[in-house]
């Protein structure tokens, strides 16, 4: 036991009940952590975890004034919250805890090497003392947050997701850009499986929008900016002119009648057309008129040309003063609901949409059959209808790879639907494979079959158009008989896939949500966090973050608005206290660190470096953009770096290699446990430091390692499209590029350092890449400790050049 | 009569050999037919291209008994529609060469009857030398 | 203004008047097409193996000549490479991307041609319509004095001038060029879905019954839309749509001949050239006398 020193650390080993000490001499290791300095006192526990252990930390604090701790036993990423907890519990920061990694990363791999198994082990142990000894006892930090929410885009999703905040007492802005809440449902004729008419069901939940009186409806109106943080959101959004008053117009349609124009309707996908003056369609919520501007004639000739509506209205609703609406306020947090478009079968010229009038989209064939289920048929179908799968779906040949989920079960609707209103017609679904997955989904396929509709397995090739008369003509080969199909159709339905709204990207620039590989907006984690998203307080629902049908739309509106309220219910929100900071007396304000942050989350006032903490991620690019070492990383300091690396490569052998693999928290020190934890072996000569980006090691950082004595360095990160971090691949790659140069410039092997984007699946690869580098380090030999020297020598000149002068 | 087909190593052997001779992963054929529908070819073929492929991915020796490899044009058609990425016309250009390379020609150009020789174009006659002999 | 020109083995002899046609046409449009000096055969296919490296000598050493071309002062700074013939286009523009796309087989490829001067890959390969297309059909219709009104003409395409994708000059399923060349010159334009149907190429030294079979597809699919004529860009679209005609018609007595133009032939028409310009000797489908029909010619050939 030392005597009184100003730092008091306690290092507490754990057996694991067997699982490190059967592996690690576990009372060699803790003996040897006692003598290091500032550790007042060492012990061991079978199960540090337990109650038993957690209790004797929280003991030990009280009684023998400790305030840092050490604990040696399984994963950070596995335990870590609960010594965290602990030392909160005892009255300490629960930062001044560290880990060290002797299960997964070291027992469990090296399980057939004892011997050098209990050497790393005091090796990670020391370092990890390094590191604790420089810790920082922050607190836990939080930001109030309030209770209004951004609700963008008035689909299912839009509408669930208000209502359920809104019953919830949460102020809600629902923004809309139509002029009508419904989104691409009210479109709809029936719903699979059950055949419910989409209107009756959807229109009940729209008419309970604006009679909750906490939901701010905001239709024909789109969001023009979008500024600031969870919890100060400040959002800027335009209401478009109706050029009807909304408070008087009762949508009686005697301007309708009145008036010259006629543009096609959209809600009916240009089947049929309406007057410049219309309401959006028969169920619309609002229910009211607007002039379409463009259409217009009065409007586009300065208002001399018409003026019909004006004269029938015997409400006096019309104004055409009426001007575009600035709106501003502030939410706390945002749901983005913005849906989905059809793709353009125009893309897929082969199938003729363009060139022949009945070839037609699902969504036109909806419209075509509530008309005719109205008493108002627009359309002729024919008999012999044929539907046409994975249309701009599964096709690398459109850049459209993904399954569109809803397809083969909307057509199956389409087609029974059609059967239905005329046995007589002979129908044809044309697939690749038939997804009848959900709920109550392959009995309707089966229902299908059984009135009548033929699934023939094969992917149409193309549509022709006949010579001699309306019909067109379909190719396509019976993959099941390998018979070549070549026959006419009198209608050809095109089942389109669902690709992401034009109108998200905006929406996705202005808040720097990521998309994923298919083109829609990428949830936080896959499994975990299906509607949370990269930014904070930022939620998905619905097709947004890829195709689905209405119950799962619905489910996931749920789901975005429950983790909103989670998040707003608290009061306040924990910062991650991993963010970046300044060394004020060592900034000179020269701004080269603004460019280097993607969240534009550092700015410069009164010739001092700022960060925004809300902003930051805490992946550490920016530091090494700072020519003056101005910039850290909370929780993962330079200091601590540098002392972690110094511990972690003392006590080398002659002879012996040792290489530092600096793995990322979010991808690569996770599938070094998991390689651990699938006791795969590889060598012992390498020792992990956990950092919370691969950017973290600045190009200075790798320098000193290899100065200090490291014979490799390893840098694991995750690929680019899974990094929660934007462009950190990208910032590795030129740091490691920098670091290569400098290298070769002194005659030591570029490739003794390494860089790795890994997946957390590629066991095999990070055992193969670890003993790959340490086998290459052995074969080169050992750097001799004169260029080792040399490495760091005018380091600020090599790696900033004039800048670094000028700015002296 | 319908086949039986009773899977040994020579299967994946032979998989493995058109793969790495027309350079395309046969795996990915999910047998959607576009590539048939879309052949010119098609009509007087004994099997259909992707049946072709479906025979590769087995590793039916015996698809290089078949017409079809020696009907394809090397025209693209299926080429460019394939929604896999595909490209059919090097496989069937492997299973020719697979054959041409073990001195097994497909035609025998000095058995072309003389009015067809006076007729045919050199673009017709060096083409077709380059894909039916070896 | 000089461009490079390959013409390739076909025509110079049996599809001479392709030739022919183009270089009047050419010259009528200010430009020359400066024929490769020791061009070689490009070999007709482009091997669809990836380790038959030998079969891309052949078309490289052609590129070769086009830079040889620009450092002998026979074209000043252009290396371009035209083509008619669309395999030609084809092999020619595929072994270029492929050496371009693998330095490695360039530098092999370079090393075996020791006698050559290595290829250096600044070489385009294009094809006369994509020359057509960048001069502008304005161009085009400025010259025209003889305009083919009244003439249905469905362009045919065949494979090789629009796939694989990184090599076609126009979309592979509705290329447009030579519709918008044929209206440039006053035809009226047939669409025909056939016309980017393979003519089945090199099946026809096989067998003649599926080229055949094939060729009355595509012609009776452009007929039945309306068209009295055809136009294409290849030797052996023309042998398999023209020549073949005699098989088609031993199978089908009733089928009525169409001719078949290279789209340079009605070009040199439309011009008002000389008869000499556009041979239309060499077609086996007379078109004479529809050509007369529509007063684009005059008997005899007198104009």
Partial sequence: ?808 | MIKKLKISNKNQEFLAKVEELSGEIITKCDQCGICSGSCPMVPEMDITPSQMMRMVQLGESEVMESKAMWLCASCFACTVRCPRGLDLSRVAEALRQMKLRKAIDHIDIKKLPEDEMERLPQIALISGMRKFTG | MKVPYYPGCTLKTKAKNFETSALAVAKKLGIELIELPRWNCCGTVYSLTDDDLIHHVAPIRNLIRVQEMNKNGLVENDHRLVTLCSMCFNTLKRSNIRVLENSDDLKKINDFMYLEEDYEGNVEVIHFLELIKDIGFEKIRENVTNPLEGLKIAPYYGCMLLRPKEVGIDDPEEPVIQAELLSALGAEVIDNPYKKVCCGSYQTIQDKQVVSNLAYDILMRAKDAGAEAITLSCPLCMFNLDSRQKEIKEEHPYFNEIPVFYFTQLMAIGFGLNEDSYGLDLNYVNPESLLLEKNLIRRNNAK
């Avoid at chain 1, 909307?410 to 005329?422: G, Q």
């Fill in chain 1, 1 to 808: 036991m030392k005597k009184d020193s100003r730092v008091r650390i306690g290092v507490y080993v754990c057996h694991c009940g067997g699982n490190i000490s059967e592996v690690v001499d576990v009372e060699e290791v803790r003996e040897f952590a006692g003598l290091q300095q500032d550790v007042v006192l060492s012990k061991d526990n079978t199960h540090m975890c337990s109650d038993i252990g957690q209790q004797l930390i929280i003991n030990d604090i009280e009684e023998h004034k400790l305030d840092k701790v050490v604990v040696a036993a399984c994963s950070p990423q596995f335990q870590g919250e609960t010594f965290m907890d602990a030392l909160e519990k005892a009255g300490l920061s629960p930062y001044v805890v560290q880990m060290a990694n002797i299960r997964e990363q070291c027992a469990w791999p090296h399980y057939d090497n004892p011997e050098l198994a209990t050497g790393k082990a005091k090796i990670l142990l020391r370092a990890a003392i390094a590191k604790v000894r420089f810790s920082e006892p922050l607190e836990k930090q939080t930001m109030p947050i309030g209770k209004r929410v951004l609700v963008i885009g008035g689909g299912i999703a839009g509408i669930q997701a208000s209502l359920d905040l809104g019953d919830a007492g949460f102020e809600v802005y629902l923004v809309e850009k139509e002029p009508s809440i419904g989104g691409h449902m009210a479109q709809l004729s029936r719903t699979f499986p059950t055949e419910d008419c989409s209107a009756c069901i959807l229109s009940p939940k729209m008419a309970d929008v604006p009679s909750n009186k906490n939901i701010n409806l905001l239709t024909y109106t789109e969001i023009n900016n979008i500024e600031g943080y969870i919890g100060n959101f400040k959002v800027n959004a335009i209401k478009k002119p109706r050029y009807v008053d909304m408070d008087k117009c009762v949508a009686c349609g005697d301007c309708e009648e009145v008036c010259p124009v006629c543009i096609p309707d959209e809600f009916e996908e240009g089947l049929t057309t309406h007057p410049a003056i219309y309401t959006p369609f028969d169920f619309a919520v609002p229910h009211r008129n607007l002039i379409d501007a463009e259409a217009c004639i009065n409007l586009q000739s300065n208002l001399n040309a018409c003026g019909n509506c004006i004269q029938a209205c015997k409400e006096d609703a019309i104004n055409f003063e009426d001007e575009p609406e600035e709106i501003e306020f502030l939410v706390d947090t945002i749901i983005v609901a913005t849906g989905f478009d059809i793709f353009d079968p125009s893309e897929k010229k082969v199938y003729g949409y363009d060139k022949f009038e009945n070839v037609l989209t699902a969504l036109e064939m909806e419209r075509i059959i509530v008309k005719a289920a109205e008493g108002n048929p627009i359309r002729d179908l024919g008999k012999r209808i044929g539907f046409i799968q994975c249309v701009g779906s599964r096709d690398e040949q459109v850049g459209r790879e993904y399954c569109s989920r809803v397809c083969c079960m909307y057509a199956t609707k389409l087609a029974s639907l059609l059967k239905h209103s005329d046995s007589k017609r002979d129908i044809y679904i044309f697939y690749t494979d038939l997804r009848a997955f959900g709920k109550g989904f392959e009995e309707y396929y089966k229902r299908a079959q059984n009135m009548g509709v033929k699934f023939v397995r094969g992917r149409v090739a193309e549509v022709f158009g006949n010579s001699n008369n309306k019909k067109v003509t379909l190719k396509v080969e019976d993959t099941l008989t390998r018979q070549i199909i070549e026959s006419e159709f009198d209608t050809v339905v095109l089942s389109v896939g669902l690709g992401l709204s034009k109108s998200t990207d905006k929406i996705a620039e202005l808040l720097r949500l990521a998309k994923s590989e298919d083109g829609f907006l990428k949830e936080a984690h896959p499994k975990f966090k299906p509607v949370d998203t990269n930014v904070a307080g930022v939620f998905l629902a619905g097709t947004v973050q890829g195709p689905k049908d209405i119950p799962d739309t619905v489910a996931q509106a749920g789901a975005a608005s429950s983790r909103a309220i989670r998040l707003m219910n608290q009061g306040e929100y924990p910062i991650e206290p991993i963010v970046a900071f300044v060394h004020e007396e060592q900034c000179d304000g020269c701004e080269l660190c603004i460019e280097s942050c993607p969240l534009d989350a550092i700015s410069v006032s009164a010739e001092v470096a700022e960060i925004n903490e809300a902003l930051c991620l805490g992946c550490g690019s920016c530091i090494a953009s700072c020519p003056r070492d101005a910039l850290d990383l909370h929780l993962y300091t330079n200091k601590q770096l540098l002392e972690e690396i110094k511990n972690a490569l003392e006590g080398k052998k002659e002879g012996e290699s040792r290489v530092l693999v600096f793995a990322d928290d979010t991808c690569t020190y996770r599938l070094a446990d998991s390689v651990g934890t699938a006791k795969l072996s590889y060598t012992t000569d390498s020792i992990i430091i956990r950092v919370p980006s691969g950017s973290r090691i600045t190009p200075k950082l790798m320098l000193t390692a290899f100065e200090l004595g490291a014979d490799g360095i390893f840098i694991g990160d995750c690929e680019d499209r899974t990094s929660p971090f934007p462009h950190s691949g990208q910032v590795i790659r030129e740091n490691v590029a920098k670091v290569r140069e400098i290298l070769e410039e002194e005659g030591i092997k570029p490739e003794r350092l390494k860089f790795v984007q890994f997946v957390t699946i590629m066991l095999k690869g990070f055992v193969n890449n670890m003993n790959e580098l340490v086998d290459f380090t052995k074969k080169t030999g050992p750097i001799p400790q004169k260029k080792r020297g040399k490495l760091v020598k005018g380091i600020n000149k090599k790696l900033f050049g004039e800048v670094y002068d000028k700015k002296t």
